[in-house]
């Protein structure tokens, strides 16, 4: 049996071989509507075990990887893995003023981490389909007479599927793990490198913000590998339509956006505080945002 995930020697094989061998290949949708869009998201929601998870990008090229992948000069596993830790340590020392009570806890620091924008393994998806477009489309880059200038997309993924590929070596039949399930001990923070696990795994996030609980909030947590979710699962054993990507012409984003905030999904619910209430205000008013 092929396993989940393969060397970086296998993403060099052809488009025939992949047949061959029955690998996936990524679906990507585009659409022309809003009504479009409902139709591929009101699919497979009957259930825990058929549930989609959604991730909004303003530029339909931009990959799978989080945040703590992106710096601009160190690209090796383990200076960035080493990284984390000096990052994790800072934050826990300097935080202290900013928090109601000391955290000590290094899942919750984690995931407070990324609530506050501080580079992470942690790739932010949600449970709602709306949230997922609304970030899409308003983080979508204008040129200055206000055309836009990309095409958006929504990732769409079944973490059931991706969890029981991911560990298919121990027969794992579940859907998205909790923090505290001994199976990701391996991904845990100030884990060493051998020890941790290959590639990324859908977490249920640890709901310690407002902001968190409002858009629904859960998680892709990365192992050591740098390879994004796109390229793991199109060079993997992963059941087809696991990952799959809806690619929203940059013509119609505007049209989309008027009418996600119509329905009531506006800057303010995305981000119940005062910054949402002033992006809420300033796109009201015709404010760039």
Known sequence: M???????FTTVITNNIKEIIDLPTLTTIRINSFQEFLNHVDQGQNSVESSLWFRGAGKSSYSLSPSLHRHT???????????????LTRFKERSVPYLQHRIDDVWELLFLMQHHGMPTRLLDWTENPFISLFFALSSAEKSPNGEYL???AVWL???PKWNQCVFSNISYR???MSP??????????????????EHPVAILGIHNSPRIVAQRGSFCLFGKSLIPMETIYENGNFEQD???????PSSIIGDLLDKLVWMGITDSVVYPDLE??????????????
């Open 276 to 289: 949402g209430l002033a992006k809420e205000t300033k796109r009201l008013f015709g404010f760039g945002v």
């Open 180 to 197: 505290s399930d001994t199976t990701v001990n391996s991904y845990q923070p100030n884990t060493e490198a051998q020890l941790m696990h």
């Open 150 to 152: 990309d095409d958006a």
């Open 73 to 87: 000069n160190v690209t090796d596993s383990g200076s960035l893995l080493e990284y984390e830790k000096k990052l």
């Open 242 to 248: 696991t990952l799959k990507k809806i690619e929203i």
């Open 174 to 176: 579940g859907g998205a």
């Open 2 to 8: 092929i396993s989940c995930y393969m060397s970086n």
């Open 157 to 159: 993924l079944s973490p």
